[in-house]
Structure formats: C-alpha cells, structure tokens
C-alpha cells in the first residue's frame, strides 16, 4: 500500500514538472503626478488663468483697502482733536469696514477655490482616463503614480513613464481647438 502511494506521488511529481509554466510578463510603469500637473500646459494654462482673475479682481479690493488703511491713518491723527464721542462714532464705523473688507476678501478666495476646483477635477478626471487609454494603448500591466498622493513606495527609473504621458497629453491639448470662453453665469441671476 506504501509503495502503491509512493509510485503515485512519485508519477504525480513527474507529471507536474514536465508541464512548462506559462509566464506572462506584466509590463509595468509609474507617473509621478507632481512632475505631471507642473509640466501639463493644460494644468499650467488653468493655473495662471486663475491666478489672472485673483490679480484682477482683488485691485479693485486692494483700493478699497488702501482707501480704509488712509482713513484709519487719518483718524489716529484726529481723534484727539475732535474729541471722545467722535472718535468712537468713526471707531465703530472703521471697525464695520473692516469687517466688510475681511469677508469681501474671505468671498472673493473662496469663489476663486470654487471655480478653480471645479476645473481642476475635470481637469483631472481627464488625465486619469487619458492615463487608462494610455496604458491599455501600450500594454501596460499596471501603471502606478507617484508624487503627492504617492502610491508607489518604491520604483525603478526605467519604469518611469512621467516625460512620455506629458508630451503625449501637451501634444493631445495643443492638437484640441481653442473655443472661447465663455462668461461666468452670475448666481444672482439664477436666482
């Protein structure tokens, strides 16, 4: 009975190592995301679009508060002249403008956040399924990202793919025709 039980592991044996094993190479490669959104003219063309709007809207605020840093100045200078009552009237009055210029600015920051969130997700959604088409394109096991929010804690060089999916994406961009743009629809007129 042993022997019928070694004869049978021993054929089992000689079976299995006479099959070849089929290995499949996974190609694999990473990006590292950081180097991407710094080198894509998409994500560079979108930041100074909103860097532009920040600079453009807020003069009209920095003048406002030119003007409240003239007027607090110029208080300093008459409170003692014109007396008690008068200067806590204007003391509460410069106190409220101030106010308004901090949410004015607050406001101002966050529609800007807003608006450049929004794009940035589509912006990148767009890289992650150019990425997906990229990878299925070349035959591509797996393609991992690195940078900011790291998914790769080790890679070798010859993996990385960053240079070939930027130009690949600045080429896709370039090649897009430019639309013009159109103007923000304001919240109060949807209202």
């Known amino acids: 009975m042993k022997k019928a039980l070694v004869i049978i592991a021993l ?57 409240f840093k003239q007027d607090a100045a110029n208080f300093q200078s008459q409170a003692q002249a014109n007396g008690q009552a008068w200067a806590q009237q204007r003391g509460a009055e ?22 450049s969130g929004v794009e940035m997700d589509s912006l990148v959604s767009g890289v992650k399924k150019f990425i997906k088409d990229y990878g299925k394109k070349n035959g591509y096991s797996y393609i991992y990202g690195t940078g900011d ?27 897009q025709p430019k639309t013009e743009e159109k103007a923000p629809v304001k ?3 949807k209202k």
């Open 11 to 67: 054929s089992v044996l000689v079976v299995s190592c006479n099959k070849t094993a089929e290995v499949k190479e996974v190609k694999t490669a990473y990006v590292d995301t950081s180097v991407l959104m710094k080198e894509y003219t998409e994500a560079k063309d979108l930041e100074a679009k909103y860097k532009a709007q920040a600079e453009e809207k807020g003069r009209q605020l920095q003048a406002e508060i030119t003007r």
């Open 94 to 115: 410069l106190q409220k403008r101030e106010q308004q210029l901090g949410y004015a600015q607050q406001q101002l920051s966050q529609q800007l956040q807003q608006e």
């Open 149 to 175: 929010a790291a998914t790769v804690l080790y890679a070798e060089e010859k993996y990385d793919i960053t240079k070939e999916i930027i130009k690949a994406l600045n080429d896709k961009y370039k090649a």
């Open 187 to 189: 919240e109060e007129a």
